[in-house]
T-cell receptor, first 114, second 112 residues
Framework: DGGITQSPKYLFRKEGQNVTLSCEQNLNHDAMYWYRQDPGQGLRLIYYSQIVNDFQKGDIAEGYSVSREKKESFPLTVTSAQKNPTAFYLC?????????????FGQGTRLTVV | KQEVTQIPAALSVPEGENLVLNCSFT??????LQWFRQDPGKGLTSLLLIQSSQREQTSGRLNASLDKSSGRSTLYIAASQPGDSATYLC???????????FGKGTHLIIQP
């Protein structure tokens, strides 16, 4: 089945630790995105990538980093510089890097700082 | 900067009712608008995508309309069922590469 797979589903981070969230898609989509969701707020864009080896900062990129070495993979690293990382993280993809195509989402990773 | 607002924030109705969820946006120069469903603790499921040139889209009991001039979209759910209980999100695209702008969602409860 085609889709977007995020792992792990739950992740716990200690203070000062970097953690990496995985996002893999087999839809052959060019564009991939990372969003953060907090209770009572809309989804906010962290990073996006239009093509392999290229990515751009979104609205709340501070404390996060990404890579796009393969078309199907777009991992997100939450660094120790992110002061409030507890949130639900969602990865998405769309076939076109421009805004005309439908976006598809993974099942999310819930990150908790302990 | 585009802002998307969804009203009401929460809605509870008896099973079988027809209902309308509202979405408004401040910049009418959108490329498309997408409606999603989110179940608790889950990702987003795409329901309907309306291109800026379209007025409405239908899928089963769902019908979404788009009025760019007034900056509004509505999601109509016919003959609601308890399984429709979820949070419904709308999101607009400006046609650029930087993804979607989301509303905060409407939390819908259908009472059996």
């Amino acid at each position: 089945d085609g889709g977007i797979t995020q792992s792990p589903k739950y992740l716990f981070r200690k203070e000062g630790q970097n953690v990496t969230l995985s996002c893999e898609q087999n839809l052959n989509h060019d564009a991939m995105y990372w969003y953060r969701q907090d209770p009572g707020q809309g989804l906010r864009l962290i990073y996006y990538s239009q093509i392999v080896n290229d990515f751009q900062k979104g609205d709340i990129a501070e404390g996060y980093s990404v890579s796009r070495e393969k078309k199907e993979s777009f991992p997100l690293t939450v660094t120790s510089a992110q002061k409030n990382p507890t949130a639900f993280y969602l990865c998405a993809s769309s076939i076109s890097p421009l805004g005309g195509s439908e976006a598809f989402f993974g099942q999310g990773t819930r990150l908790t700082v302990v | 900067k585009q802002e998307v607002t969804q009203i009401p924030a929460a809605l509870s109705v008896p099973e079988g009712e027809n209902l309308v969820l509202n979405c408004s946006f401040t910049d009418s120069a959108i490329y498309n608008l997408q409606w999603f469903r989110q179940d608790p603790g889950k990702g987003l499921t795409s329901l309907l995508l309306i291109q800026s040139s379209q007025r409405e889209q239908t899928s089963g009991r769902l019908n979404a309309s788009l009025d760019k001039s007034s900056g509004r979209s509505t999601l109509y759910i016919a003959a609601s069922q308890p399984g429709d209980s979820a949070t419904y999100l709308c999101a607009s695209s400006g046609g650029g590469a930087d993804g979607l702008t989301f509303g905060k969602g409407t939390h819908l409860i259908i009472q059996p």
